[in-house]
């Protein structure tokens, strides 16, 4: 049973996280050979400024402004 981790920024949709599940799932049954209903799936929703990248939290990062402002002022 394969039990997957996903962490995103907040703010992705319902729609974008259920597209995303389909996605991995059918790769895990085709690549794995796994039950699609053994296929679990966790999303763990991070905001920028508890990640950094080279040592810069993504919410002070120029080069990933577009991202954040992307995802909506819940982030």
């Given at each position: 049973?394969?039990n997957?981790?996903?962490?995103?920024?907040?703010?992705?949709?319902?729609?974008?996280?259920?597209?995303?599940?389909?996605?991995?799932?059918?790769?895990?049954?085709?690549?794995?050979?796994?039950?699609?209903?053994?296929?679990?799936?966790?999303?763990?929703?991070?905001?920028?400024?508890?990640?950094?990248?080279?040592?810069?939290?993504?919410?002070?990062?120029?080069?990933?402004?577009?991202?954040?402002?992307?995802?909506?002022?819940?982030?």
């Amino acid at each position: 049973m394969p039990n997957i981790t996903v962490e995103l920024l907040r703010g992705r949709t319902v729609d974008q996280r259920r597209a995303f599940a389909q996605a991995v799932a059918d790769s895990a049954v085709e690549i794995l050979g796994a039950r699609r209903q053994d296929v679990r799936m966790v999303f763990t929703e991070i905001t920028p400024d508890i990640v950094a990248n080279g040592g810069v939290l993504a919410s002070e990062d120029d080069s990933r402004a577009a991202v954040v402002a992307a995802l909506g002022d819940e982030v």
